[in-house]
């Protein structure tokens, strides 16, 4: 008589991280820090024990691929209840890049620590879009009766801005341009703070320098 031989075995249950949000600046400057922030839920019916390391990556499409530049790791030192979620915040450098539409990545678990039942929902994009480095956009223009002219730009808190100016836009020569905080002021400026808004500076102009450009300084 054959007998049956029995195997009692133990299905463990896994977790699933998912990134479900990622914040950061529409629009960046070359080279300038900035800060983002990420969401990650463990959606399985395990607990996600720790550590594990989630990372940043820059990239020209919204696809993670191997060959995207990293930024940095970062280590979720918690254990990750089912239904839980947590936020992580890095602060990095803007990769030196072109003016251009960019990409952010988050990837949780970047080195694949944690045996999850779905290894492909642990990646969330957005766009950034990066301005020249020597530029911003100017909104308004507007010549004033005293012969000053009022610039106004968007400005983003932490950073210092100024002007610059040239004779013909397809000369490199651009050269720092004094300005007035108000049309009336009599001490010239050569910088001011970004506020996280937009700014009027006021100049005189004199000679040939008739292209402004507002800059990150």
Known sequence: ?????????????????????????????????????????NRGDGVAAASWYDRLYWSTNDTWEASDAALDNFTQGQALAPGSNYVGTATFTVPTVMPGTYYLIARADDYDYL?????????????????????????????????????????????????ESSTNLDVAGWQSQAFYPA?????????????????????APTGEHRFYRAVAR
Do not use: C, K
């Open 1 to 41: 008589m054959t007998g049956a031989l029995s195997i009692p075995f133990v299905l463990h249950a896994q977790p699933d991280l998912v990134a479900v949000g990622l914040s950061a600046p529409a629009e960046a400057v070359s080279e300038h820090r900035i800060t983002a922030t990420w969401t990650v839920e």
């Open 115 to 163: 045996h999850e039942t779905d290894e492909a929902n642990n990646t969330v994009s957005r766009s950034i879009i990066v301005t020249p480095t020597g530029g911003f956009r100017i909104t308004a223009i507007e010549m004033l009766a005293n012969g000053r002219i009022r610039l106004a730009f968007p400005t983003a808190g932490g950073l210092t801005y100024g002007l």
């Open 183 to 203: 049309p009336d002021s009599t001490e010239s400026r050569s910088t001011t703070p970004g506020t996280g808004s937009e700014v009027s500076v006021y100049v």
